[in-house]
């Protein structure tokens, strides 16, 4: 489903055949959930997210039909493994550049924030965000016809010399201490989530990628020979080879401490 995101042809379709057999089971598993909490079944664990989605009512206090009950809990699970692709880029930028293995492995909060966003500002996954004029506008000079498709290109705003010191240079530096300005990193779209086209997720997927690249810095592994280029025709792209890594083991001296613990 994340693999044929804005992408027409054969991985579109694949995507949403999928999205269809996903959404059919997990309707299952909200009536399963529903009937077992109602019976003496034993249903989910209570703050698990299918009873809370189980339990989700519509506007006029009915439980929502299985079906939309599915969609809300599928909007959850698909962008939570979205944040995988980001983590490969953090595996990506390790390998290249491992002078940020140690700061980050050393469980200092800051310098995982600063990494998580250069790692997010640096690679591209979601390429732009698009949305439909709501009337005929002007845009700094632009005429925009009222219904017409208007496209930001998020890896250009977060590569633009003009907003970006060295933008191809990857610096985690960049971001130490620093306030984001929400209108100039744009990797999951731009302005407020509540009003404009921002993911509502980004908070959550800058954390899981904190989470997950301490861990990963923490680990010590072997990278054999494959093919790291990371296509830029591909939407939405990863290193060709994905990112193969071998004799894993979790490094004695720092194992288990700090901010980030394995969990
Ligand atoms: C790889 C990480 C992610 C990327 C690149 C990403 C990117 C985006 C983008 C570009 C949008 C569209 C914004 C728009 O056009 O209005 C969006 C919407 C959304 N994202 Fe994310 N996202 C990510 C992770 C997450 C996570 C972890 C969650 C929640 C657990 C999440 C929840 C959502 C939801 C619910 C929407 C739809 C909002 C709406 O329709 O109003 N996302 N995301």
Known sequence: MVDGFATPGPRHWR?????RRQEAWVAGLVSEARARSSGDGGGPPARSAIAVVAGFRDADGRPLDPRTAAIE?????????????FVTFAAHALHRWPEHREPLASGDDAYATAFAHEVRRFYPFAPFVGGAAVRTMRWRGERIP???LVLLDLFGQNHDPGLWDEP????????????????VLVPQGGGD???????PGETITVELLKCLAVRLARLRYHV????????LRRVPTRPRSGFVIAGVHTAPATRGTGAHRAS
Do not use: K
Request: net charge positive; with cysteine; charged share 25%.
């Open 193 to 199: 989530p509540r009003t404009g086209h921002r993911c």
């Open 146 to 148: 009222g219904g017409a």
């Open 224 to 231: 054999p020979p494959q093919d790291l280029a990371v296509p």
């Open 15 to 19: 995507a949403r055949a999928a999205r």
């Open 73 to 85: 809990l599928l909007n959850i699970v698909r962008p939570t493994v979205a944040v995988a692709w």
């Open 168 to 183: 191809y240079r990857f610096d985690p530096a960049r971001f130490a201490g620093a306030e984001i300005d929400p209108d």
